[in-house]
């Protein structure tokens, strides 16, 4: 008997559109061309997937980070500006200021966009959007810090999403609403406030 109201709870919460407090919510229902790739550290070479999304970015590479010290995105990220394609970087301020091996500081300084997110405890996200408005746009999100230490030490999870404009709209809003309360980096050290 127990294990059946549970399933019943399940599929009752299951059926219930998505109500989060945000503008932003919506219910979620995927593109029929909409593919998915589900990546795990230990095992699954990440930061190699990703540097490769990053490289074939047509227009644009929007970037959550909460902690990013890995040389190899960074590298991507550096190369895909010089061929013309718009980069930003919202980043963690405590993260990006304390952490000795925050490589957000030389991106900056390099001339990709940066903003500093101090507005919450942590700036937890950790999200790609690559060629979000197009057809042939991805989406990338999970626990996966940009790490050497995400790779190589933790249990991790990444799930990228392609083909699906309208689940990539939602994140640009996401990231646009983050970088416009944000503070403007220039790759210098600050003290925090």
């Known amino acids: 008997m127990k294990s059946w109201s ?17 503008a932003l919510a919506r219910e979620i229902v995927p593109a029929p061309q909409a593919t998915y790739e589900a990546l795990f550290t230990p095992g699954d070479a990440v930061d190699a997937r990703l540097a490769d999304l990053i490289d ?13 010290t890995s040389r190899r995105i960074g590298r991507a990220l550096t190369l895909a500006q010089a061929r013309g394609v718009r980069v930003e970087i919202v980043a963690d301020r405590g993260q990006t200021l304390e952490l000795p091996g925050s490589a957000v500081p030389t991106l900056a300084r390099q001339g990709i966009a940066v903003w ?4 919450f405890a942590a ?71």
């Open 116 to 119: 500093l997110d101090g507005n």
């Open 6 to 22: 549970k399933c019943f709870v399940c599929a009752f919460a299951l059926a219930l559109p998505l109500t989060v407090g945000s």
């Open 56 to 68: 074939s970015a047509h227009s644009e590479v929007l970037v959550n980070a909460f902690t990013f």
């Open 123 to 193: 700036a937890h996200n950790k999200v790609l959007i690559i060629d979000g408005a197009s057809a042939q746009g991805a989406i990338v999100t999970g626990s996966y810090n940009y790490t050497g230490a995400a790779q190589s030490r933790n249990a991790e999870n990444v799930l990228i999403v392609r083909h699906d404009p309208a689940l990539a709209l939602q994140y640009r809003a996401n990231f646009i609403r983050l970088r416009d309360r944000a503070q403007r980096y220039d790759g210098e050290a600050r003290t925090r406030r």
